[in-house]
T-cell receptor
């Protein structure tokens, strides 16, 4: 079993839809959870950073962490064509804080 | 704007011909990382520097070397590129490797990447 599983998609939604992106993980030591957005042929851009379980909201983006289920989500409300990108989840464990374990990424297309 | 800059954005080299990729940062971060990302795959960490201390990942091939002459710059040297080394190479920085109680400090900020083609 891979440490981090992420559905690669592709996921195609109409403009204005609510998008749900998810990752599951197996390492219970993971404490810090991140979502990166990567446009085609560009570097990943940090979108959300959460520590331990709970929700965090930033504009149209909400990150959720459920450590009991080893499941994290990113919700995008009122999705826009400019949200079309690959979304990568990443996480680190206490004691190995520099090393990010990434999911493979979900390719999202928001159609106008 | 504080940022991570990579040059060149696109690099073409020949099989076996050494190549150097460059990264610079204006964030004044302690840590600099090099990742390899192949198509539709997650970034793979090659190594990182904490200040001048070099840390190699166990599975990074010897063909890959790195230099960090000062805080701002870090270079990735590929001594003898093979066809399998064609990829996007990403540089990232973070303020620290550890975290405070709030969890901040180890967020990694990426540059735009250098896409390497090996002919």
């Amino acid at each position: 079993q891979k440490e981090v599983e992420q559905d690669p998609g592709p996921l195609s939604v109409p403009e204005g839809a609510i998008v749900s992106l998810n990752c599951t993980y197996s390492n219970s030591a993971f404490q810090y959870f991140m979502w990166y957005r990567q446009y085609s042929r560009k570097g990943p851009e940090l979108l959300m950073y959460t520590y331990s379980s709970g929700n965090k909201e930033d504009g149209r983006f909400t990150a959720q962490v459920d450590k009991s289920s080893k499941y994290i989500s990113l919700f995008i409300r009122d999705s826009q064509p400019s949200d079309s990108a690959t979304y990568l989840c990443a996480m680190t464990a206490i004691g190995s804080n520099y090393k990010l374990t990434f999911g493979k990424g979900t390719l999202l297309t928001v159609n106008p | 704007d504080a940022m991570v800059i990579q040059n060149p954005r696109y690099q073409v080299t020949q099989f076996g011909k050494p190549v150097t990729l460059s990264c610079s940062q204006t964030l004044n971060h302690n840590v600099m990382y090099w990742y390899q990302q192949k198509s539709s795959q997650a970034p793979k960490l090659l190594f990182h520097y904490y200040d001048k201390d070099f840390n190699n990942e166990a599975d990074t091939p010897d063909n890959f070397q790195s230099r960090r002459p000062n805080t701002s710059f870090c270079f990735l040297d590929i001594r003898s590129p093979g066809l399998g080394d064609a990829a996007m190479y990403l540089c990232a920085t973070s303020r620290e490797t550890g975290t405070s109680r709030s969890g901040r400090g180890n967020e990694q900020f990426f540059g735009p990447g250098t896409r390497l083609t090996v002919l």
